[in-house]
């Protein structure tokens, strides 16, 4: 059993939903954000998403375009990033996965970017712009390194393929709260909710919903059915706002717990 | 075989490497253009509309002047003749009535020159959908006149600040756009590039350029080119024309791309200095550092200024069907002044960087037989080329 897996257990049994949190790696810095995560770790996130930037996010609005840039202007680059997870592996309990687009894991080679991310201590990869037709080769090679594919469920996904999709996935499934780009935003939550219990009925994985999240109430209403929600650019967009105050990570720490209280 | 594959390869090339989000919508539209392509009903009003609306069929004119003076034998197919001035037309009439078969409400776009922009503004005005162009802040300022006019047709044109502020984001925005929209907007697409079926679409709207001047060529010369010269960008142009004559082994197909600022700086030459990657939906050449980061580029031709290209192009390229090579800024207004003093025809930018390399050819082989794709006309550079001249005077009062 991998680790992603053996946390939902851990959280199923102590009755609690996962609370994930996207990052991207070298955002406002590379020091900056390692010190992130590991406050987040320390603040009770169950699991981290860590962003690889991608110069052309094309699934991002503007608040992790902005950070993607200003990461790529830091310099990261996959010698940067893996050395980064490698500092962070003994010093942060919740499992890593990494968020990409399949530029940069393509250049790299497909099989060094998966040996990097397992010696990274890494649980779990989701690829944006990799959807299941293409992802024979990476799901195969995956397994080989014991690393957790996670695709992605939307609620334009007609319903059988999203089963299809789901017997795929390792780790959890990402439901995709709205067709559209990341960015907070208001969603009807009720129909996001019917979806995922349609699902939830066809399959034994986690299912956790991502996309807009940016408030106490989305969370409270939406791990009524789901297993756990991840929060992305509301985060960023605190980070970027407040990296600058004197006691930043506290703040932070603050903030992101708001969202689980 | 037949290409590209169920998949949407070409080869190794081309693919859909989408979010999920687009996983349904890009499959009904597969499904939609197959069943489009057997309905005659629809094909006979596309028909009507290319030649009655558009303009076809275009001359395949016999440069004579220009021929004389390079010592070959130049036929120029006549794009720029068409509606709105460029072989885009020929797209936007296709895909709009797709967009119809579809059911669907709002058409977005992608643009580089405006070219795109406009001959998809038109359809739209014409066909009664509303409209939304996506284009690069530093494209609008280029290319001013056509933002004017396809703000004149109705539609709307977003300026697009990320990134380069040129086609390559342009597209971004436009992908973003569709993401966000997808149950009742089609994102018409301007070259033979995306996700299948994307370049399929293209293509096949655009092989009539290659169609019309095979048939043209046998009945003046009654034998095949020896040349088909077109510009790449996207490649649309240049594939419609190509396209048709694939199964003749011994016409030899030349892309020109843009060579910028030169190959060792700034450029747009992705086949001849890219390497194979993932970008709007394909896997194809692209201009890339050793990351995987897509590069900057510059083009003084607005629609060529983009990293990528068509994944058919990659697959040309691999399989030697076709030789690509650049040519410069320098070198295109070059070619842009040649035809208007030789033939009194003003070229688009974009096609002039392929006139340019007529000069290359009439060095290795005198007299051959070569059709040029004269994929546009040259209204909307004037501002560009006055520029440049104004450059070049002042340099030399200097
Ligand atoms: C006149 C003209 N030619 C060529 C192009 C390049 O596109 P493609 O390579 O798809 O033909 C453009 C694009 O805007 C254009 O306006």
Same mark, same amino acid.
């Given at each position: 059993m991998g680790k992603i897996e053996n946390k939902f257990r851990e959280l199923k049994a102590k009755?609690?939903?996962?609370?994930?949190?996207?990052?991207?790696?070298?955002?406002?810095?590379?020091?900056?954000?390692?010190?992130?995560?590991?406050?987040?770790?320390?603040?009770?996130?169950?699991?981290?998403?860590?962003?690889?930037?991608?110069?052309?996010?094309?699934?991002?609005?503007?608040?992790?375009?902005?950070?993607?840039?200003?990461?790529?202007?830091?310099?990261?680059?996959?010698?940067?990033?893996?050395?980064?997870?490698?500092?962070?592996?003994?010093?942060?309990?919740?499992?890593?996965?990494?968020?990409?687009?399949?530029?940069?894991?393509?250049?790299?080679?497909?099989?060094?970017?998966?040996?990097k991310s397992k010696d990274a201590g890494v649980g779990g990869i989701m690829i944006v712009d990799l959807p299941i037709e293409e992802a024979g080769n990476y799901i195969k090679e995956a397994q080989k390194y014991e690393l957790d594919t996670i695709f992605f469920v939307t609620p334009a996904t007609e319903f059988e393929r999203a089963q299809k999709i789901m017997k795929l996935c390792r780790g959890f499934v990402y439901y995709v709260s709205v067709t559209g780009i990341t960015g907070p935003k208001d969603f009807f939550i009720k129909s996001v909710l019917e979806h995922i219990k349609r699902l939830k009925s066809c399959t034994d994985i986690a299912i956790c919903v991502g996309?807009?999240?940016?408030?106490?109430?989305?969370?409270?209403?939406?791990?009524?059915?789901?297993?756990?929600?991840?929060?992305?650019?509301?985060?960023?967009?605190y980070i970027d706002d407040h990296y600058q105050?004197?006691?930043?990570?506290?703040?932070?720490?603050?903030?992101?717990?708001g969202f689980q209280e | 075989m037949r290409m590209p594959d169920k998949k949407g390869y070409f080869g190794d090339f081309g693919g859909r490497f989408i979010p999920e989000t687009l996983s349904f919508c890009l499959r009904e539209l597969e499904e939609s253009y197959f069943k489009f392509k057997k309905d005659k009903r629809s094909l006979r009003?596309?028909?009507?509309? @290319?030649?009655?609306? =558009?303009?076809?069929?275009?001359?395949?004119?016999?440069?004579?002047? $220009?021929?004389?003076?390079? +010592?070959? %034998?130049?036929?120029?197919?006549?794009?720029?003749? @068409?509606?709105?001035? =460029?072989?885009?037309?020929?797209?936007?009439?296709?895909?709009?009535? $797709?967009?119809?078969?579809? +059911?669907? %409400?709002?058409?977005?776009?992608?643009?580089?020159?405006?070219q795109h922009g406009v001959a998809t503004a038109t359809v739209a005005a014409r066909f009664g959908f509303k409209c939304d162009v996506y284009?690069?802040?530093?494209?609008?300022?280029?290319?001013?006149?056509?933002?004017?006019?396809?703000?004149?047709?109705?539609?709307?044109?977003?300026?697009?600040?990320?990134?380069?502020?040129?086609?390559?984001?342009?597209?971004?925005?436009?992908?973003?756009?569709?993401v966000t929209n997808v149950k009742d907007t089609y994102y018409l697409l301007g070259s033979v590039v995306g996700p299948h079926?994307?370049?399929?679409?293209?293509?096949?709207?655009?092989?009539?350029?290659?169609?019309?001047?095979?048939?043209?060529?046998?009945?003046?010369?009654?034998?095949?080119?020896?040349?088909l010269v077109a510009c790449v960008g996207g490649g649309s142009n240049a594939i419609g024309l190509f396209h048709p004559f694939f199964d003749d082994k011994k016409v030899k197909n030349i892309g020109v791309e843009a060579g910028g600022l030169g190959l060792s700086s700034l450029n747009c030459a992705s086949l001849i200095k890219g390497k194979v990657g993932i970008l709007h939906g394909a896997?194809?050449?692209?201009l890339q550092d050793e990351f995987g980061q897509i590069k900057a580029t510059h083009?003084?031709?607005?629609?060529?200024?983009?990293?990528?290209?068509?994944?058919?192009?990659?697959?040309?390229?691999?399989?030697?069907?076709?030789?690509?090579?650049?040519?410069?800024?320098?070198?295109?207004?070059?070619?842009?002044k040649m035809l208007s003093k030789l033939e009194g025809i003003i070229p688009a930018l974009e096609p002039s960087h392929a006139l340019y390399y007529l000069k290359k050819i009439a060095k290795k082989n005198k007299g051959s037989l070569v059709i040029l794709c004269l994929s546009g006309r040259g209204d909307k550079d004037l501002d560009i080329v006055r520029e440049k001249r104004g450059k070049i005077k002042d340099k030399d009062k200097g």
């Open positions: 009755k609690k939903k996962a609370f994930i949190v996207y990052i991207p790696f070298g955002f406002p810095s590379i020091s900056l954000s390692g010190k992130i995560i590991t406050s987040l770790d320390k603040s009770g996130v169950d699991f981290i998403e860590v962003g690889f930037p991608f110069s052309d996010p094309l699934a991002d609005g503007t608040i992790i375009q902005k950070a993607t840039q200003i990461s790529l202007k830091n310099g990261v680059n996959p010698d940067y990033f893996f050395a980064g997870l490698e500092k962070l592996k003994s010093k942060v309990k919740a499992p890593l996965i990494i968020l990409t687009y399949y530029n940069p894991v393509y250049m790299l080679g497909l099989k060094k970017f998966l040996k996309f807009g999240i940016h408030n106490r109430e989305q969370v409270r209403k939406l791990t009524k059915e789901s297993d756990g929600i991840i929060v992305g650019s509301a985060i960023v967009k105050e004197k006691n930043f990570l506290n703040m932070l720490s603050t903030y992101v717990k | 009003e596309l028909d009507f509309y @290319l030649k009655e609306y =558009a303009g076809r069929p275009t001359p395949l004119y016999f440069a004579g002047k $220009l021929s004389e003076y390079l +010592g070959i %034998k130049v036929y120029l197919k006549r794009e720029d003749l @068409l509606h709105t001035g =460029a072989h885009k037309i020929n797209n936007t009439l296709g895909q709009i009535f $797709l967009a119809r078969h579809m +059911g669907k %409400k709002r058409i977005i776009a992608e643009t580089g020159a405006g284009m690069g802040e530093e494209d609008m300022r280029r290319q001013k006149t056509n933002v004017f006019k396809m703000e004149i047709l109705g539609a709307n044109v977003f300026p697009v600040r990320s990134g380069s502020k040129t086609l390559k984001d342009a597209c971004n925005e436009a992908i973003r756009d569709w079926p994307y370049p399929l679409i293209v293509r096949d709207f655009q092989s009539v350029i290659g169609k019309e001047a095979r048939s043209q060529i046998i009945k003046k010369e009654n034998r095949l080119p020896d040349y896997k194809s050449f692209l083009s003084i031709a607005a629609g060529l200024d983009y990293p990528g290209v068509g994944p058919e192009h990659s697959f040309y390229k691999r399989i030697k069907k076709a030789c690509y090579v650049a040519v410069s800024d320098k070198e295109a207004l070059h070619g842009f």
